[in-house]
């Protein structure tokens, strides 16, 4: 069973920056690719950025291009999530996903971003 820890969601001001960290228990190189999605209050789980675990490839969704960046370390089997420029559009839950080789996904438990104005 594959776990994702993920740190670094706070409180900050409009214009401020934070840094999401996701940890995976994941030893057997079986990643995929890991993305951040997110979810506010009343509103649908959406797709943030995501990155192919070999290669490095990367996709943002249109409203965080930008502002937002995810970078990986390997050997520290960790996806971050640079986010700058931070609007209050941005509150949300934000939440990790792992996509193994074989297709299966993990989710963690998420961490809480919220934007004042």
């Known amino acids: 069973q594959v776990q994702l820890v993920e740190s670094g969601g706070g409180l900050v001001q409009a214009g401020g920056s934070l840094r999401l960290s996701c940890t995976t228990s994941?030893?057997?190189?079986?990643?995929?690719?890991m993305a951040w999605f997110r979810q506010a209050p009343g509103r649908e789980r959406e797709f943030v950025a995501v990155?192919?675990?070999?290669?490095?490839?990367?996709s943002y969704a249109d409203s965080v291009k930008g502002r937002f960046a995810i970078s990986k370390d390997n050997a520290k089997h960790t996806v971050y999530l640079q986010m700058n420029n931070l609007k209050p559009e941005d509150t949300a839950v934000y939440l990790c996903?792992?996509?193994?080789?074989?297709?299966?996904?993990?989710w963690g438990q998420g961490t809480q971003v919220t934007v004042s104005s």
């Open positions: 994941d030893r057997t190189f079986s990643s995929y690719s």
């Open positions: 996903q792992l996509i193994t080789t074989a297709g299966n996904p993990y």
């Open positions: 990155i192919a675990w070999r290669g490095g490839a990367t």
